[in-house]
């Protein structure tokens, strides 16, 4: 009963399951209190009173969620959430996981809470990238040790790819970071156990989707035919340029430089005499005779050596 909720965009399977606990879903007429029940393509399946519209393609879209947007529908506290500053003209859509209240950067939306499940979970393998500005003391070395996981509190967390990308110590700095788990507040508390204090933090992309030039609040869809090669291929493979964009550089920090395509040089033009071309294989004995305007000198033939006679060798010189 979840999937059948979560494909058909109403909710994820977590949340299409507090809705049939919550006592919201019926099949064909009947309230439901379980979600452990099948549902057949004859059942009539409601919620809310309404029927829930058949399954609808799978769709993705990319969201540039700005700092200080809740990542739920609704929020107890009544503070803003993502999906009540989201453009009109969406259906129904669920975010695939969640980025905090002040995080910000790339948030993937999806009507197939089905879809959302598979990138959410930690074995599909879809690498989140994240720009961590963070003030502290590290070293490249430190961060190195990530790549074999940390455990804090308890709470182990897998492998994860950290580079300093600009600044020193003593100061902000930005970390490039890679992991695959996506964990709650997992960057800033790997962080903050390495002594820096995240006080900005960026999803440029997940997975081979990047944030790319999305301004703070805008979202665009995914083409039909590139999210069916990415579910093809499980979603595998990276950004073009990871973990960092060249135009996402912090201020102050040098961008990438451009690299400027060289063409192959042309082949030199080689000149015939007058009235003949290049010859073709087999043509020796057709090729055109030498023709003469008037007032040229004609070249004078060497007269053959006769037997035992050497040719007379030619003189050195400047040609006349």
Do not use: C
């Amino acid at each position: 009963m979840a999937r059948a909720l979560a494909r058909a965009g109403v909710a994820s399977r977590r949340e299409a399951e507090r809705l049939i606990e919550a006592g919201r879903v019926a099949l064909n007429g009947e309230v439901l209190a379980s979600p452990a029940i099948n549902v057949g393509p004859e059942d009539i399946l409601t919620l809310d009173g309404e029927v829930v519209a058949e399954r609808e393609p799978p769709r993705l879209w990319r969201y540039h969620k700005p700092a200080g947007l809740i990542t739920t529908h609704k929020d107890p506290k009544g503070r803003p959430t993502v999906f009540e500053r989201l453009p009109p003209g969406l259906p129904r859509v669920i975010s695939i996981g969640r980025l905090d209240l002040n995080s910000e950067g790339l948030l993937l939306l999806t009507n197939d809470g089905a879809l959302a499940r598979q990138l959410e979970l930690p074995a599909t393998g879809v690498v989140r990238r994240y720009r961590a500005r963070a003030f502290g003391r590290a070293s490249q070395e430190r961060l190195d040790r990530l790549k074999s996981g940390i455990t804090i509190e308890g709470i182990a967390y897998g492998p994860i790819e950290a580079r300093i990308e600009h600044g020193g110590e003593g100061s902000n700095i930005w970390v490039g970071l890679g992991l695959a788990e996506g964990k709650n507040r997992e960057v800033r508390k790997v962080l903050e156990a390495l002594g820096l204090k995240v006080n900005r933090l960026i999803r440029v992309a997940y997975g081979p989707l990047e944030l790319g030039d999305l301004k703070p609040g805008e979202v665009e869809e995914v083409p039909s035919r590139q999210l069916r090669q990415m579910m093809q291929s499980g979603f595998a493979g990276e950004p073009p340029q990871s973990p960092l964009r060249a135009d996402s550089s912090p201020r102050g920090g040098a961008s990438r430089p451009k690299i400027a395509a060289t063409s192959p040089a042309k082949p030199k033009r080689r000149s015939w005499p007058h009235g003949a071309g290049p010859r073709q294989p087999g043509d020796e004995s057709k090729a055109a005779p030498m023709t003469y305007k008037p007032g040229w000198a004609k070249p004078k033939r060497r007269p053959k050596p006769g037997p035992g006679k050497a040719s007379a060798p030619r003189r050195s010189g400047k040609p006349r």
